[in-house]
């Protein structure tokens, strides 16, 4: 069964750290490009970094700089480290595969307050 299970959200203000974590299950994680998303209110789900099976990363502008993602192949698991957060990185923060999604994980809740 694939499950997807985000965590490590939380209220920081601006300037501040987070580190979410992602537990995959169901899936063939070490072969898997996988990546983060985020969904601000309103908007749509937008893709905010990516990593190989390999460790290649890639970064959407927004977040260059600031994000770094990472991955436990042993442990099947993807992380985000956020630093110096803004408070327009306020979302619900998911991970998922890049290609071939599979279903949704309930996401992470990150508030940024200025």
């Known amino acids: 069964q694939v499950q997807l299970v985000e965590s490590g959200g939380g209220l920081v203000q601006a300037g501040g750290s987070l580190r979410l974590s992602c537990a995959a299950s169901?899936?063939?994680?070490?072969?898997?490009?996988m990546g983060w998303y985020r969904q601000a209110p309103g908007k749509q789900r937008e893709l905010v970094a990516s990593?190989?099976?390999?460790?290649?990363?890639h970064y959407s502008n927004s977040v260059k700089g600031r994000f770094t993602i990472s991955r436990d192949n042993v442990q099947n698991m993807v992380f985000l480290q956020m630093n110096d957060l803004k408070p327009e990185d306020t979302a619900d923060y998911y991970c998922?595969?890049?290609?071939?999604?599979?279903?949704w994980g309930q996401g992470t809740q990150v508030t940024v307050s200025s």
């Open positions: 998922n595969t890049i290609y071939n999604k599979v279903s």
């Open positions: 990593i190989s099976s390999g460790g290649s990363s």
């Open positions: 169901g899936i063939i994680f070490r072969q898997s490009v």
